[in-house]
């Protein structure tokens, strides 16, 4: 390989990371900061975080959150994972091209319009704004990330296992639970946590569909944002990193030993 | 094979199966299929046709705040009366108003120029990671969908520190002495460019990154062989080959950066103007639903090609794959 160009290569990795990660590390960094001023260094303290602690809308907010996440990520996962397979598994019925619109759209889809649109749905069938109607809102968007990642996993996946089962006699139902699901499995659970995330994360469509009483910790970090930039924030950011960040480790960690036992499982079957 | 896929592979063992397992397995394959559509079907399609139909209704002050529109509860001739209140008015104020036009303008034009620099910064970072050793290629794609799962929010604020007048980027260029004055980014366009760069890279990096990765290196070896210069042989062979990647990372950019929010408030400020922040501030400040919704509906009708495209090159990727 030419030397310029691999110089020039890691260069342009080198400094896309630097930008990918600065801010992030220098918001973490000032959530330390003695100093009431977010940029300007007054030494090292934690008294930020223990002044979230006390903070009781804050602390109220991310109960709130975590449910909404937690529910609306299984339930999506259960529903993408169904996509998933009517995508990959069914490919002729009627209204298949309307119904993989319908997964791909969202992906893209400008959040203040889905964020309306489920709030007009909502008021239209009388439903009042609260927890579930939050939920509802994140079950429909996150699905059909999760239905993406299962089916990117579905395609690579070998389908005379399951034939070889069947012809074992197991029922197709059968066959799903002990040879499709535990083979897609990683899949699942990324696309669970991919979902648990975006409805941490997300604001917009809460806003639109949340009502009082169901206040979600991004719509309350955004309400003290715009009230001005505080340390007590950057410490929130970085405790919602830092679950995330060892939530995704821990993740990678159990897939690459599960990916190992795979192999060594391969290996074992072929020597036998 | 139609929708009963699984049953027909299998053939010769269910066959001899009692008819009641048949059926049930019709009946889970159809089960598959149906709950989700259905879910997509109440949850997404249907609030659009609710969104037009409100669009057309006038603002009232009540709860909900617009005129009923299109009510089944008076029957048949109830329903045509009601079609004769469905007025375009919402849409005439837009076109008559010419803030939304130029918020529409300045969106797509904020959009496709963002776009573009995402392009220009994510493409040689695609490229570096798609001739990285193939040991550290995992390790690198991971780092560049690390950010993707931080908060989006967090990442927008993370911004204001850095470029606000007082902000970190001005104490390290004043410091230098590079420049005298602080320099005033936050609340101006370029901080709404620098933030949907930023916000947006994982996404067009990694569609970039799969074509680039599958492209075969020694076709710019041969091209190397035949005397074909780098730059030439980038713009004639390597660059031609991710067009894939560069459609759909741009798509995935631009599409949602058309309606973006988050950036245009937090970083924008008051003085900049794009479609999603008026649609928010139609809603939430004047609550006007009617016309926020009519501004939804030409934004989508705005979005319908590109997301056509997207939807075109997400079903091509799928069959490549198989």
Known sequence: MNATWSRFNVTSIVLGFAFLYLPIVLLIVFSFNESKLVTVWGGFSTKWYVSLFHNQGLMDATWVTARVGVISATVATVLGTLAALTLTRYTRFRGRVLFSGMVFAPLVMPEVITGLSLLLLFVAVGLDRGFLTVTLAHITLTMCFVAVVVQSRLVSFDRSLEEAAMDLGATPVKTFFQITLPVILPAIVSGWMLAFTLSLDDLVIASFTSGPGATTLPMKIYSQVRLGVTPEINAACTILIAVVAVGVIIASIANKRREVQRQLDEQTAQRG | ?????????????????????????????????????????????????????????????????????????????????????????????????????????????????????????????????SRAPATIRPTLLMLVILPFWTSFLIRVYAWIGILKPEGLLNQLLLSLHIINQPLVILNTYTAIFIGIVYSYLPFMVLPLYSSLEKMDYSLIEAAKDLGCPPTSAFWKITFPLSVPGVIAGCLLVFIPAVGEFVIPDLLGGSSTLMIGKTLWNEFFANRDWPVSSAVAVILLLLLTVPIMLFQQAQAKAQEQDK
């Open chain 2, 1 to 129: 094979m139609s929708n009963i896929a699984v049953t027909d592979t299998a053939m010769p063992s269910t066959a001899a199966k009692p008819f009641l397992t048949r059926l049930g397995a019709g009946f889970v394959n159809r089960l598959v299929i149906i709950v989700p559509y259905l879910w997509l079907l109440f949850f997404f399609l249907i609030p659009f046709v609710i969104v037009f139909k409100i669009s057309l209704s006038q603002t009232a002050i009540a709860m909900p705040p617009y005129t009923p529109v299109l009510d089944f509860k008076g029957g048949v001739s109830g329903f045509f009366a009601g079609f004769r209140n469905l007025n375009f008015d919402n849409y005439v104020w837009l076109t008559q108003d010419a803030l939304y036009f130029k918020a529409y303008v300045t969106s797509v034009i904020i959009a496709a120029i963002s776009t573009l620099l995402t392009l220009i910064v994510g493409y040689p970072i695609a490229y570096g990671m």
